[in-house]
């Protein structure tokens, strides 16, 4: 099956500074979403992206996907407490959910 | 509108008991899905139902792992009996399809059920 290598596993930043975690595929996917799952939570979709190239923005999120259709990148601007979470990209060959594979998170702490 | 219900939230047993896992979807949405979390992993999906259908349960460990959505609606999922390696939370989501790409979902998650075998 499908493997994604998400970096970094976790990262400690201050607050009010800018975030990049990304995701890489062994295949091609035509689907890329990043959830952020919050303790006790399921996870919560953020952002999707659908096509080759393209950049998308929730917020002070952005997330693209990569021309090459293996990887894709998240970024967070100015990080807020609020922030603090695990962050996981997943990634889907046909765009079924069926195929969906997570990868395995950044963990996000965010010093005052 | 309400969100993916899950319960019990929480369930510790000893190893060789059994479990079960009820989950209420969103209303309308005909797929639900079954993933396993365990921790410092991303979710893996174990069995996707379509209404009260099974559309792939390829990675449900079918030895001791049941699942299933009788009428079209709620679903509940079994473990008997349990390993110490199901330690995991146990996560329900529901979806429909989008309409920019057809052939994507996007899933809501329930809060999850975390399991401890003891």
């Known amino acids: 099956g499908q493997q994604l290598n998400q970096s970094p596993q976790s990262m400690f930043i201050q607050e009010g500074e800018d975030v990049s975690m990304n995701c890489t595929s062994s295949?091609?996917?035509?689907?890329w979403l990043w959830y952020k799952q919050d303790p006790g939570e399921g996870p919560v979709l953020l952002i999707a992206?659908?096509?080759?190239?393209e950049l998308t923005s929730n917020g002070r999120l952005t997330a693209q996907f990569g021309t090459t259709r293996k990887d894709s990148f998240l970024n967070i601007s100015a990080s807020i407490p609020s922030d603090v979470g695990i962050y996981f990209c997943?990634?889907?060959?046909?765009?079924?959910?069926?195929?969906?594979?997570f990868g395995s998170g950044t963990q996000l702490t965010v010093l005052p | 509108e309400a969100g993916v219900a899950q319960s019990p939230r929480y369930k510790i047993i000893e190893k060789r008991q059994s479990v079960a896992f009820w989950c209420n979807p969103i209303?309308?949405?005909?797929?639900l899905y079954w993933y396993q979390q365990i921790l410092g992993q991303g979710p893996k999906l174990l069995i996707q139902?379509?209404?009260?259908?099974?559309?792939?349960d390829s990675q449900l460990p079918k030895d001791r792992f049941s699942a299933e959505r009788l009428k079209g609606v709620d679903s509940t999922l079994k473990i008997q009996p349990a390993k110490l390696e199901d330690s995991a939370v146990y996560l329900c989501?529901?979806?429909?399809?989008?309409?920019?790409?057809?052939?994507?979902?996007?899933?809501?998650f329930g809060a999850g059920s975390r399991l401890t075998v003891l």
């Open positions: 989501a529901s979806s429909s399809p989008t309409t920019r790409n057809s052939g994507a979902n996007v899933l809501t």
């Open positions: 295949s091609i996917f035509n689907t």
């Open positions: 992206l659908y096509k080759a190239g």
């Open positions: 997943a990634g889907s060959p046909s765009g079924s959910a069926r195929q969906l594979t």
């Open positions: 209303s309308g949405h005909a797929t």
């Open positions: 139902f379509q209404n009260n259908g099974v559309v792939d």
